[in-house]
Structure formats: structure tokens, C-alpha cells
């Protein structure tokens, strides 16, 4: 059914805007593959997730915090936002803690978005920065990578020459990988209008390598003008079931608005201080993070073997071209128990997003990939929509 039709046929009650989002394309719940296809997943390697999962201390804490669930969480997250402060050099107002920061996203979008309002984002690129801001009422303008899967800063320039509220991008992005330098992000934001929010996305910050690794706090600080940053504890820290992400910003205004977007209690008892315990377990992230960098290589390189184009990546996840719809690829490993992510959004149908999981899920993941047949070229060239 195309858009059109779906918000035709919608209940009057609902608002277009909300009628006309495509359900949101998320990976399968172990338990609902099992339901499903009758068999365990050998690899799941569908969301991101970290196969070594979180620290044991957050465990731990989440033990003991399970005694004092019959009473409300600190709705103000003070130990949380002040451990997060210190450890980047912010003041705790300028701090958020979300329900994930898919949470933060949706509550920076409402609390700046008016109907009609421009966003500006990449292509391809996370699906709620594009459906939250369309939930707004707002219009998107994607702007494509190129074939080098460079940042295309010289498209971004244009389309944010004309007026836009706001410009979200990840970095490193997802679903393709590629992390923005600290020239490329002093351009772009040398480019953005003064009144243009910037909603910088750090989900995947952790993985980065060293020596690729951009601190955008000051570069944004610098840049004189509103910005956010995101990041989450759902990565690298292990915790994507409990659902914790944060903000930082310069300015306490925009974080207390957006605290008002948000659900009050949104940040559960457990998640709070499963999410302090992770934060300070260094050795534990050490450990995830190093395992994800040199398995992204070790995968990409048994992909390029095999005849895959492969994008380069800064994150836990590869992207590659499948050299056919990615959804029947997708269809035929999960038979044999293992869960990519075919990508749904114009024109990288053909290309699917893979999790690096463990050295042994990612062996059955290289295992279970044909060879790409030789005569496929990549047929992009289509525009975003
Ligand atoms: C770029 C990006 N931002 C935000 C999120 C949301 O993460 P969470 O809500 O689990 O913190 C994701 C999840 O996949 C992501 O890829």
C-alpha cells in the first residue's frame, strides 16, 4: 500500500502524520525467531547488540536494586547525570538520561518541531531520525552518502543552506559505518544556520578506533550554535533491554525543555543503576569494544572475499551490498539460524546491516553467505526518497 493509501484507509482519529509512518523495522526477539522459524538462532546479529552483554557489576546492581521497586525512581536521575558530568566535563544540568535514546530523539523533536518545519539528515540513516521528525509534522530532506561512503558534506551545505530546524546525523553512522572527522564536523557545522539545532547521534561512539575517535563536545561547544548530542547504554555498555540513553548539551535551557517531553519516570529503578554500574566498569567496555574492532575487520575482509562491497566501518556492524533484495538473503540465513538486518529504506534495499557478534557467531554468519555472483553490479543510483 503506498503512503497515500495508508493514510486514506486510516482510522479519521489518527493524525496523517502518524498514518503515514511505515511500521518501524526492528530486529526479531530471540523468543519470537524461536516462535517463529522452530529453531535457536546460532547468531543473532540483527540489532547491534553486544555479544559479550553488560558488566557484571550491573548485574550485580540490578540484584540489589530489585528489593526498592515498589518505589518511584529519582524522576531528576542525579546520581546518573552527575557520574556522567564528571566524566565528560559538563555540569550535570547540562545532562538528560532518556528510556533509550530512541526516547531522547522523539523528546528533542517535540519539544522543537512545528508542522511544516525542515529536517535535514543522511542517507541511508537510523529510521527514527526521519520518522520522530515526520511524527512532528515536519518534511525530511535526506541527503545521500556517496559511493565513497564519505560524509557528502558539499550536498549537506546545500540543503542546509536553505532554512531547517534541525540537522540529526550519527556518526559513526548507522547503518553504514563511517565515522565524521574533526575537520569534516568543523565544516558542517561552519555551514549550519545559527538557528538550526544540531542533533549530533553518538550511539555507536565507543567502537570507534583511537586514532579515528573525534571528541565533539568542544567542536560543537565551539561552533556557537544549539546542539545535542546522544548517546546510549544500549551499545557498547550492554544494556539494550533495560533502555538508557543520555544527552549532553550546552545549554540547561534546551535540556530542561526537553525533560519535559520526556515521560517524568521514564528511566526505570533498575535501569538507573544498572547504567551507573556499567558506566564506571572500564575494564568491561575495553573488553566489548576491542572485541567488536577486530572482529569488524576480520568480517569485512572474509565479506570483501567474497565478493561483497562492503562499507568501512567505525561501529559493531558492517554494511554490505547483498547483490539482490537484502530481504531474501535475510530470509534464507534466517532458516539457518541466523538474523541480519535487510535494510528497507530507497535505494539500499539491496544492502543489509550485520552485528559483529562473537568470533564463533560471526564464523557461522561467513559460513551460512553464499558467494556473490559475479555478474551482479550495483544497480544504485536512484535517489533517496
Ligand atoms: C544511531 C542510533 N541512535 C539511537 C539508537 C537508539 O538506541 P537506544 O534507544 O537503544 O538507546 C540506535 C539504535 O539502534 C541507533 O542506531
Same mark, same amino acid.
Given at each position: 500500500?503506498?503512503?497515500?493509501?495508508?493514510?486514506?484507509?486510516?482510522?479519521?482519529?489518527?493524525?496523517?502524520?502518524?498514518?503515514?509512518?511505515?511500521?518501524?523495522?526492528?530486529?526479531?526477539?530471540?523468543?519470537?525467531?524461536?516462535?517463529?522459524?522452530?529453531?535457536?538462532?546460532?547468531?543473532?546479529?540483527?540489532?547491534?547488540?553486544?555479544?559479550?552483554?553488560?558488566?557484571?557489576?550491573?548485574?550485580?546492581?540490578?540484584?540489589?536494586?530489585?528489593?526498592?521497586?515498589? +518505589?518511584?525512581?529519582?524522576?531528576?536521575?542525579?546520581?546518573? +547525570?552527575?557520574?556522567?558530568?564528571?566524566?565528560?566535563?559538563?555540569?550535570?544540568?547540562?545532562?538528560?538520561?532518556?528510556?533509550?535514546?530512541?526516547?531522547?530523539?522523539?523528546?528533542?523533536?517535540?519539544?522543537?518541531?512545528?508542522?511544516?518545519?525542515?529536517?535535514?539528515?543522511?542517507?541511508?540513516?537510523?529510521?527514527?531520525?526521519?520518522?520522530?521528525?515526520?511524527?512532528?509534522?515536519?518534511?525530511?530532506?535526506?541527503?545521500?552518502?556517496?559511493?565513497?561512503?564519505?560524509?557528502?558534506?558539499?550536498?549537506?551545505?546545500?540543503?542546509?543552506?536553505?532554512?531547517?530546524?534541525?540537522?540529526?546525523?550519527?556518526?559513526?553512522?548507522?547503518?553504514?559505518?563511517?565515522?565524521?572527522?574533526?575537520?569534516?564536523?568543523?565544516?558542517?557545522?561552519?555551514?549550519?544556520?545559527?538557528?538550526?539545532?544540531?542533533?549530533?547521534?553518538?550511539?555507536?561512539?565507543?567502537?570507534?578506533?583511537?586514532?579515528?575517535?573525534?571528541?565533539?563536545?568542544?567542536?560543537?561547544?565551539?561552533?556557537?550554535?544549539?546542539?545535542?548530542?546522544?548517546?546510549?547504554?544500549?551499545?557498547?555498555?550492554?544494556?539494550?533491554?533495560?533502555?538508557?540513553?543520555?544527552?549532553?548539551?550546552?545549554?540547561?535551557?534546551?535540556?530542561?525543555?526537553?525533560?519535559?517531553?520526556?515521560?517524568?519516570?521514564?528511566?526505570?529503578?533498575?535501569?538507573?543503576?544498572?547504567?551507573?554500574?556499567?558506566?564506571?566498569?572500564?575494564?568491561?567496555?575495553?573488553?566489548?569494544?576491542?572485541?567488536?574492532?577486530?572482529?569488524?575487520?576480520?568480517?569485512?575482509?572474509?565479506?570483501?572475499?567474497?565478493?561483497?562491497?562492503?562499507?568501512?566501518?567505525?561501529?559493531?556492524?558492517?554494511?554490505?551490498?547483498?547483490? +539482490?533484495?537484502?530481504?531474501?538473503?535475510?530470509?534464507?540465513?534466517?532458516?539457518?539460524?541466523?538474523?541480519?538486518?535487510?535494510?528497507?529504506?530507497?535505494?539500499?534495499?539491496?544492502?543489509?546491516?550485520?552485528?559483529?557478534?562473537?568470533?564463533?557467531?560471526?564464523?557461522?554468519?561467513?559460513?551460512?553467505?553464499?558467494?556473490?555472483?559475479?555478474?551482479?553490479?550495483?544497480? +544504485?543510483?536512484?535517489?533517496?526518497?
Amino acid at each position: 500500500m503506498t503512503i497515500e493509501a495508508s493514510i486514506a484507509a486510516a482510522d479519521p482519529l489518527v493524525r496523517p502524520e502518524i498514518a503515514g509512518l511505515p511500521d518501524y523495522n526492528a530486529g526479531l526477539a530471540l523468543d519470537r525467531f524461536r516462535a517463529i522459524y522452530g529453531l535457536d538462532a546460532r547468531a543473532k546479529l540483527d540489532s547491534n547488540e553486544n555479544p559479550l552483554g553488560p558488566s557484571p557489576d550491573a548485574i550485580a546492581a540490578i540484584r540489589t536494586a530489585a528489593a526498592s521497586v515498589a +518505589r518511584y525512581p529519582d524522576a531528576a536521575n542525579t546520581a546518573l +547525570r552527575a557520574a556522567i558530568a564528571a566524566a565528560t566535563g559538563v555540569e550535570a544540568e547540562q545532562v538528560i538520561i532518556g528510556n533509550g535514546s530512541e526516547d531522547l530523539i522523539g523528546a528533542v523533536f517535540r519539544t522543537v518541531l512545528r508542522p511544516g518545519d525542515r529536517v535535514v539528515t543522511l542517507c541511508p540513516s537510523f529510521g527514527l531520525h526521519e520518522f520522530g521528525a515526520l511524527a512532528c509534522g515536519a518534511t525530511v530532506e535526506k541527503v545521500p552518502f556517496g559511493a565513497d561512503w564519505r560524509f557528502p558534506l558539499a550536498a549537506l551545505r546545500t540543503a542546509l543552506a536553505r532554512s531547517a530546524r534541525v540537522l540529526i546525523l550519527s556518526s559513526p553512522s548507522n547503518p553504514a559505518g563511517p565515522a565524521i572527522a574533526a575537520d569534516e564536523l568543523r565544516d558542517l557545522l561552519a555551514a549550519t544556520p545559527g538557528d538550526t539545532l544540531v542533533i549530533f547521534d553518538e550511539a555507536y561512539l565507543e567502537y570507534v578506533a583511537p586514532e579515528a575517535r573525534v571528541d565533539a563536545l568542544p567542536l560543537l561547544a565551539g561552533a556557537g550554535r544549539p546542539w545535542i548530542t546522544l548517546r546510549t547504554f544500549s551499545k557498547a555498555y550492554g544494556l539494550a533491554g533495560l533502555r538508557v540513553g543520555y544527552g549532553i548539551s550546552a545549554d540547561p535551557d534546551l535540556i530542561r525543555a526537553v525533560m519535559k517531553s520526556r515521560n517524568p519516570f521514564g528511566v526505570n529503578a533498575l535501569a538507573g543503576t544498572a547504567a551507573l554500574a556499567a558506566f564506571a566498569d572500564t575494564a568491561h567496555l575495553a573488553k566489548v569494544t576491542a572485541l567488536a574492532r577486530t572482529e569488524r575487520a576480520r568480517v569485512a575482509a572474509s565479506l570483501a572475499a567474497k565478493g561483497y562491497p562492503v562499507a568501512p566501518s567505525q561501529a559493531n556492524f558492517l554494511f554490505f551490498d547483498t547483490g +539482490r533484495a537484502a530481504v531474501e538473503l535475510a530470509e534464507d540465513l534466517r532458516r539457518r539460524g541466523v538474523l541480519i538486518k535487510a535494510w528497507q529504506e530507497e535505494p539500499f534495499r539491496n544492502w543489509a546491516r550485520i552485528t559483529m557478534g562473537t568470533a564463533v557467531e560471526n564464523d557461522v554468519f561467513i559460513d551460512a553467505l553464499p558467494e556473490l555472483d559475479l555478474s551482479y553490479a550495483d544497480p +544504485r543510483g536512484s535517489r533517496c526518497t
